[in-house]
């Protein structure tokens, strides 16, 4: 009896499984931030965005991302900061392991699809994207 316990423990456990690896099609281009939720449960919700994250692969499993600031006319103002990036499936989780001059650390994707991005960080706060869609003032 107790094996058979065990045995669907298993069975259930690898089915609620979710493999990530979809995500990483999702994940290269323009996000705006909607919401943060801080790991104290608190929220911040944002109806506009100065700045916009900008992920691009350059192949299936590395890149980077860039802040872009857009412009009225449908252009973007970048710095030259840029954050490198190696995405890696892990325990069932994509993470990205990103890697400047000055930092290393850590996030994870919790989902990404069309229409939305969740990511957590190491001080487990959780940031909801959206697509960007810019401003038309026509």
Not at 3 to 23: G, Q
Not at 57 to 83: C, I, M, Q, W, Y
Request: glycine content about 2%; hydrophobic content about 35%; overall charge negative.
């Amino acid at each position: 009896m107790k094996r058979l316990v065990i045995f669907f423990f298993i069975l259930i456990h690898l089915n609620c499984s979710k493999n990530p690896e979809p995500y990483i099609q999702y994940l290269d281009g323009y996000w705006e931030i909607e919401k943060v939720i801080l790991a104290s449960g608190e929220e911040h919700n944002y109806s506009y965005n100065e700045f916009i994250d900008y992920f691009k692969l350059t192949d299936s499993l590395t890149g980077f991302r860039k802040k872009l600031k857009p412009a009225l006319n449908n252009t973007f103002e970048a710095s030259d900061d840029v954050e490198f990036f190696k995405l890696k499936i892990e325990h069932d989780s994509l993470n990205i392991y990103y890697h400047t001059n000055f930092s290393n650390w850590k996030e994870t994707i919790l989902l990404a699809s069309k229409t939305e991005l969740k990511i957590i960080n190491e001080e487990k706060n959780i940031y909801i994207y959206k697509p960007y869609k810019p401003l038309n003032l026509d």
